[in-house]
Every structure is written in structure tokens, then in C-alpha cells.
């Protein structure tokens, strides 16, 4: 006889871990029990020693598809006595070992498929069907250890049937907290959104969606982690209206379509798109669009791309079966604010947007946006890390000395709660503009505290003073006493985001191409490389300054940036007047050249994303910016997938060096003057960037013998610029990295903020 005690690590709640352990100790007839606690999975198992041996050896060999292991310890004891094996009530007491993590919800699985669509099963059109192996987890935890008690289906009662199948070890949702059928589970509902008037439950409200969706009507929906606009993507008109209603002109919808097949139709996709369109984790991937596809237009205008989801839930599923046509499916909210959760909510911001919601009777309780992924040279990348993803922790390099809170960026912000080895990024929460916003990264902060089950007493921010995540640490970190603030420069921030992701050691090359960043000089930056060494960075080289006409809004007014970069080429007044275009009012041109001869007062930046928006004005691409990144879509759209010989680009001398942006500029005004094609231009261009990051990686490998590159920053959701760039740097030798796991844009900063937070107090330490 022989005793183990073991302690299980990782993602191992909500994934049918237990269910699998007891399976295992009744193959090998062995006693004791298993349970959740705050830590993981905690098995107490005793038997005969071969067989508890082997019992041990298994238990991470064959573990379910969904959990990660991080971590076993096994322990010996004396034996017990034990007169079966049992999974025991969870133990919800403090424990000194690291936080459980939870599994993101994963999609319906194949088993519960066939029985949503099987007329002879009892959870037949059941929308809430789900099972040891699929369905809500993280969006359905109110803490840990993950239990229904502590979920929002404690709600919803087992009936006698599920609880028979919850009980019986053979049963695939033995011990599968989230199941639920038509008699005990949560009731679909339909309500007129104008009115508020109730219209029917159950099936029908399925119905009275389905019916509206066909007809051309916008609905909301209540879905896993927010709710989601949906409408007809075949209906130009319909997509008209929700356009107009949701004040969002032209940024591109995502759409949802039954099965890989209709995707297939829609887009060109690759094997790893493919494989990322049906993963677990259902993302929105970005694929080059067909030409005539059945989706209109104006689902993302003047775009070469189209963003693509398959259903992730059963309620998704009998709606695209029973529409059979792809669905707009967008985040259910106001301009860029977080995703509405709750049906208050909905009813008040949704009314004017949507006719018809179709919620249900459980509640939300972690906001989880639609995530979106791209496949940027060769792997799949997100641009949102959210549902599907969501809490899986990243695995940091080294120990943390103290528990860290980062809380990002002002756009696409996220936030990360670092502990131990492990880095927690929230979903999603948008853009810090209103009070709403403010409220979700306060919230989202709190949930993942309370998942993480620590209190940071660092906390990690953007060097901007009024970034709406830095006010917000200020008033954090007074009200809860954190004892450390640690401002991160925006594109160091960047740099180790990837850093800490690849576990790389020692100082490295950074070349951060970004749209806006606050410099340590008070400039904006965006065209930086950077030695980085953990908590430190040099800024070795970047794009020349130019000023700025009207600061923030030059990022929504392209043709300003083309006007200041104009103003550094030789040109005669006639000719600058040339560069005016139509749909550009004289009086403003005229007022931002009085700026830009007296530049005394406009701030300066080295931005890529700004000699994007210049380029795209001058090529007549984009004047006006109707959503954050449309010029340098537009021009990279443009380019056809090409990357032609650039425009000559030097780089100056001395510590800190500069390229001049003008060489570029004139290259392209001359090209312009010759009548090339705008696409070889877009091309050119292009091909200019990429020869910069050599010509500036070589300049610091010289200087400082430094090999690996990491590029990141939001200039490189670019795939044709990451893919070129990335080619050409491998091709003279260097390493390159670039974001897998996090977002290259602000969404990753975070991440970074606390790994630089983490190497603070490490040096500090250490010294
Ligand atoms: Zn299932
Ligand atoms: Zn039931
Ligand atoms: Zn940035």
C-alpha cells in the first residue's frame, strides 16, 4: 500500500480534470479523492504502489485536450484506508500556492454539435448545451476554485436528469459544471428594443431573432462574454442602417458564417488561417477577401480584407443554420467603449442601434470582447486577445519579487496582474475616452485581482501624464496604499511586451514602428530603435522629427501629416498648392501652412503610422481618417501583396542617429510627377521601411554586437511590412521576434509595463 498526495498546477478547473483523475483511479482500482482549491486540483490517492506509480505517470500524459499542466508536486503519506475514490467539495480556504488559472470558454464541441441538431436528444435546439470539453468558463466565473456555486449558473438548479449525468462517472458531463437542458437551464428572450415590450421566450424568441434577421432588422444579442449587433451581411441595406445607427462609417465589421465551407467562399485562407478560424478559441481571423463574395461592400469598405468567425456557441450555431447566410457580428457598444454586459445596459445603449434583443436569463460576469487574430509572416497574430484566450496566463522568464498591476495604453487598452511566473492579460476593455470605459479597466481590474487572488504593490504605467490608464493608476494607487509607481516609456513597453513572451535574456534590438507614444524627450515617438536591457533602454536611432499641425488630430486628418512632410521637401509654392486635395478645404490647408512655417508650437514626432498617413494622402488613398490605422490599411492595400526596390533612406551619424523622412517623401513626389502606378508606389514604399529596420538593425549590430531584433508596435499588423522586414533581417542574420501571444499593438502594452515593472525590482534586488 502505498499514499500520494499531489497538487496539480495550470489550467485544470472547468476542463473535466477531476472527472479524468477519477476515471484513472478507478482504472486502477485505487481510493482516496480529488478536488478543486484555490491552487489547482489537490488529489489524495492510495493503493497498491505499481499502480499508484502508475497512476502518477499518466496523470499528465493523458490529460484532457483543453488543460495545461504548469506544475505536479507529489508528496508521500501514510496510508488511510480510503474505501473508494471520490471527487470531494472544493476546497475554497486561502493557500500559500499560486492561483488556479481558468480556461477560457471554449466552443461547442463536436459531441454536444450532434446532439444541439439531433431531434431524438433531449437537447435538441437546446441553446445552452455544453459539456465536460466545451462551453462558457471565464465568462461565467464570479471566483475560484471554479464551481457552479461560484459561477452564474448557480442560477439554474440541476434537474433530476443532469444531475443523474453530473453524478455518473461514465457520463460525459460527469461533474461538468456548466451543463444544463431545456428544463433546468437558462430561457432564450425576445424584447422589442424601442418599446422594452416582452415578445416571447424560448424557441419562439429564437424564431422572432431569426425572422428579424431575415427580414433586414439589426438585432442584439446576448452572447458568452457581451452582447453583439447583428445583421443580414448580404443586405446592403441592412448593413446601412446599422452603420449609420452605430455612428461607425466605415471601420470594418467581423462576420459570422455557419461552417469553414461558407468561409472558404468569402475569403482566401491559408492553412493557418484556416486552422485558426476553427480553433477552440473561435477568434475573427482577418483573411484576404474574395472578389464577388455574397458579403456586401460595405461590410468593410475600400478593404482587401475581411475579418471571419464560425459560431462559438449553440445559440450561434441554430442562428447561422437557420438564417443560412453569413451575420455582420459586432461588439455590442457605442463608438469605441467596452462591450455592453448587461441587459440594462443593452436596453439603454443598444435602443437606438438595434430593433430586436434576443438575451437570456444568465448573466455576464467577465466582459469578453470578440477576439481577432492575423496571420503577419507566417503565424497566427493577434490584433485582440480576448474571448478564447482569456485568462490563459503567459509564462514570464523569471520569478516576480512582488505582485505587479499594469494598466496599459489609452487605446485598445488591457490590463495585466503579474504574480510568480505568470502574466494575467484582461480581455479587451477600448478605448479610455468616456467614464464607461474608465469603469470597465476599473472592473477589469478588480476581476483579475480577485481570479489572481493577490494585491500588487507595484503598480506599472504609461509614461503620459494623461493617458486615461495613467490618471487612473495615480488614484488607484492612493486609494489602495500600493507603496511603488513605475512609469514605462510606450515603446520600451512595446519591446518587452515581446520580450517577456519569448523569454529571451540579455539586451536586444527594438524597432518599434507605432502611430503615438509620449518620449522621455516630450516628443511623440513612433519610429524608434532601441537597445533594450530589461528595465532599461537606449534610444540608439529613430525617424526625424516633424511638427505635428494640431497634434492628436493630424492622427485623424492624413493629409496634415502629408503637409508636414511636404514642408521639409524643396518645393515651390505652386507646387506645394498641387498637393492640395479636392476634398481638403482651402481655408484649413492655408491655416496649417501658417503652422508649419512657424512650427515653434506644434509637437514633434518621429511616428511611422504618421509617414504612413502622409503617403496614403499624397497617393489621394485617404484624407480623412474615419478610424484609427484606415491610411496605412489603404496603402498597404494598395501595395497588392508587393514590396518593390524603396526609396533611398540614409541614416545620419553620431549616438543617437536620425532618418530623414524627406529622401522618402521626394522619392514619392517624384514618382507621382512621373505617373507610376500609385500600387508600384504603395509598393516602393513599402520596400523603404523595410530597408530602414536594416539599415538601422545593422548600425546598432555594429555598434553594439547586439543579434535579435524584436519588432513590434501597431505599424506592424502590417503583414507586408512585418513579412519583408522580417525576411530581410533573417537573411543578414539576425534573430527576429515579433508578438504571437499578445497583440503588436497597444492592446500588448500591459504586458510589457510589467515585465519592465518586474526587471525594476529585480536590478533593485539584486544591486
Ligand atoms: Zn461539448
Ligand atoms: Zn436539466
Ligand atoms: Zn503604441
Redesign the pocket.
Known sequence: MERRLIAVEGVVQGVGFRPYVHRLAAAGALCGFVRNDVGGVFIDVEGESARVEEFCRRLSSAAPSVATISRVRVQHAEPKSYRDFSIAVSDAGPQDRVGASLPPDVATCDDCLGELFNPMNRRYGHAFISCTACGPRFTITRSTPYDRERTTMAAFP??????SEYDDPRDRRFHAES???????PTLASRELRTGDSRSHGRAALDAAIASLSSGEVIAIKALGGFHLACDATNEDAVGRLRSRKHRPAKPFAVMVRDAETAMALCYLSAAEHTALASRARPVVLAPWRENSRVVPSVAPGGHMLGVMLPSTALHHLLLRAVDRPLVMTSGNRGGDPVVIDDAAASAELRDIAELLLTNDRSISMRCDDSVVRVVAGEVRPLRRSRGYVPLAIELPFALAAPVLAVGGHLKNTICVAQGRRAHLSAHVGDLESATARGALRSAIEDTLRLVGVRPTVIAHDLHPVYGSTLFAEQYGREEGLVQRVPVQHHHAHVAACVSEFAVRGPLIGVVFDGAGLGTDGAIWGGEFLAVDGARFTRCGHLAYVPLPGGDAAARLPWRSAAAHLARVNLTDQQLAGFRAPDVPQREWLIVQQLLARPAHAPLTSSVGRLFDAVASLLGLCQVSRFEGEAAMALEAAAGNRVEEGYPVTIGDGALWTADPATIIDGVIRDLDRRRARSEIAAAFHGTLRDLVVLGCERIRSDTGLETVVLSGGVFVNALLAASAQEALAARGFRVLLPRQVPCNDGGLSLGQAYVAACALREELCA
Open positions: 440541476l434537474c433530476g436528469r443532469c444531475q451543463i444544463a437542458c431545456p428544463a433546468c437551464g
